[in-house]
């Protein structure tokens, strides 16, 4: 397979996790980076990953805990989360969307369009 050095969104997969979640998934040698974009209302229930995150803000809003501490984000925030802590999110009224990294790579995702559904997140 020939590395993978620009995409558009329609050349890679694409997760629904939950009910008002959709990601588009890109995989590198040492992390993956997901674009989540939530609808209005969506929960995120508490769930942790093995893997570290790190995530920003683009557009709309949302209450996230990381392991017991609540912050409200809005666009340009960002958040990180270490391997094996407990969160979840609240999106408040407008649709949202969230830039996530995840190292090393998340081996629940996605490689290809053709890979199928993924694990919720």
Known sequence: ?????????????????????????????????????YAPKTIVETHKHEVEQVGVVIKGSLAMVIAGEQRILRPGDTFRIPANAAHGARVFEEPTQVVDVFAPPRTDLPKTKTDGAAKPV
Request: glycine share 6%.
């Open 1 to 37: 397979m020939p590395k993978l050095y620009y995409a558009s969104p329609r050349d890679l997969p694409v997760i629904e996790p939950r009910p008002g979640v959709k990601g588009t998934v890109v995989h590198a040698d040492h992390a993956t980076l997901v674009v989540y974009d």
